[in-house]
Every structure is written in structure tokens, then in C-alpha cells.
């Protein structure tokens, strides 16, 4: 069974800086993909960025980056030149080629501060 | 183009009662997907379907829990009787074909079980 861990229930930062949110996940499986998922004060969740595992170079989206450590596990995000609009609970997800399942980390409460 | 659509968007209901949820896909998504929202917790997975037939209904309690997709659009997720620990926000999502595509999330019914 895979399991994805966030250590960081609340996190909040100025506006302007940049913020890393961490993510570590368990799998058996050698072909699997990862996503950040952002949940607003609404509660639509929304696609951040997405990375599969066979890929080495990390998924860029404009001010969202990944840094993808596939020997630790690691799945961090990167939200440069943070704005008010990124305040949101952001979730980890992981899946597997062939069982399609995600499974969602705890999330990471992240506010931006004016 | 019109994104997932689910009602209703509040209920609450007595412990032992029923409920009914219901979820309209995007328009030409195969798979559809019911998930589990308690609060401080990540998504997790009910059920998932391809097109009118289910991948996964490994964590649906199937003792309380029902979910169909009889023509391989709408759906709905119905829970008999309801138990306190039901108390959740009920995502139901839609990718084109399999989860490892972006899923696109519908805003959730909050269910509050007295």
C-alpha cells in the first residue's frame, strides 16, 4: 500500500517570498506519478503541477516547482513570488501505473501574509 | 466548459437516516471517482469508476455505503444507514481516462450526521 506523509500541518510566509512545502511518500512500485493538489477556502481542488517518476527533470508551472528526489522519496514544492491567491491547503498525491488509485497526504495549511 | 457538479451542497441528517449525493461528471470523462473528506484529513478514495463499471471500491464501506453509474455519466453515492463517523465532505472528481491524468474536482456536499 502506498502512504505520502506531510509533515507540515500549517505553514504562512510574507507575500513575495518563497515557501517550500514537503512531501514524502512510500510506494514498492518502480513506475508511479506524484501531483500537488490545491484545496482554496471553497474547497475545489485544483491541479498544481504533476511529475512522473520516470522523468529525472523536475515539473516547472510558472511560480510552482517541484524538487523530486526519487532515492528519498521526496516530492517538495516550491511556490516562488507568493501571492494572497495561494493562500490554500495543498495536498500530496501519489499513483501507480496499472492501479490507478491516488492516495493524498494529510495536506499543508499555507497562508500568505500581506 | 461546465466543471463537475454535485448536490446538494449541505445535509444533515439524523444518525440511522439515509442520504443520497449526487455528481455530474465533465462532459466526455470516462472515469469518475468518489472520495471521503474528513475534516483535518486528505481525500480518500471510495470508489472509482471507468466509464459504467468500478476499478476500485476497495475502501467503501460496503455494509452502509452504494455508489452506481448506470449509464456511464451522473452518479450517485447513497449511505444507509448513516453513522456519526460519516460526518465528511464528499468529493466526487472526473478525469478523462485514468487517474493518472489530472482529475478536476467537483465543490463537495458536507454531510453532517447528529
Known amino acids: 500500500a502506498q502512504t505520502v506523509t506531510q509533515s507540515q500541518p500549517e505553514m504562512s510566509v510574507q507575500e513575495a517570498e518563497t515557501v517550500t512545502l514537503s512531501c514524502t511518500y512510500d510506494t514498492s512500485e518502480s513506475n508511479y506519478y506524484l501531483f500537488w493538489y490545491k484545496q482554496p477556502p471553497s474547497r475545489q481542488m485544483i491541479l498544481v503541477i504533476r511529475q512522473e517518476a520516470y522523468k529525472q527533470q523536475n515539473a516547472t508551472e510558472n511560480r510552482f516547482s517541484v524538487n523530486f528526489q526519487k532515492a528519498a522519496k521526496s516530492f517538495s514544492l516550491k511556490i516562488s513570488d507568493s501571492q494572497l491567491g495561494d493562500t490554500a491547503m495543498y495536498f500530496c498525491?501519489?499513483?501507480?501505473?496499472?492501479?490507478?488509485?491516488?492516495?493524498f497526504g494529510t495536506g499543508t495549511r499555507l497562508t500568505i501574509i500581506p | 466548459e461546465a466543471g463537475v457538479a454535485q448536490s446538494p451542497r449541505y445535509k444533515i441528517i439524523e444518525k440511522r437516516q439515509s442520504v443520497a449525493f449526487w455528481c455530474n461528471p465533465i462532459s466526455g470523462h470516462a472515469t469518475l471517482y468518489w472520495y471521503q473528506q474528513i475534516l483535518g484529513q486528505g481525500p480518500k478514495l471510495l470508489i472509482q469508476f471507468q466509464n459504467n463499471g468500478v476499478v476500485d471500491d476497495s475502501q467503501l464501506p460496503k455494509d452502509r455505503f452504494s455508489a452506481e453509474r448506470l449509464k456511464g455519466v451522473d452518479s450517485t453515492l447513497k449511505i444507509q444507514p448513516a453513522k456519526l463517523e460519516d460526518s465528511a465532505v464528499y468529493l466526487c472528481?472526473?478525469?478523462?481516462?485514468?487517474?493518472?491524468?489530472?482529475?478536476?474536482f467537483g465543490p463537495g456536499t458536507r454531510l453532517t450526521v447528529l
Open positions: 472528481a472526473s478525469s478523462i481516462t485514468s487517474g493518472r491524468d489530472e482529475q478536476f
Open positions: 498525491a501519489s499513483g501507480n501505473f496499472g492501479n490507478e488509485k491516488l492516495t
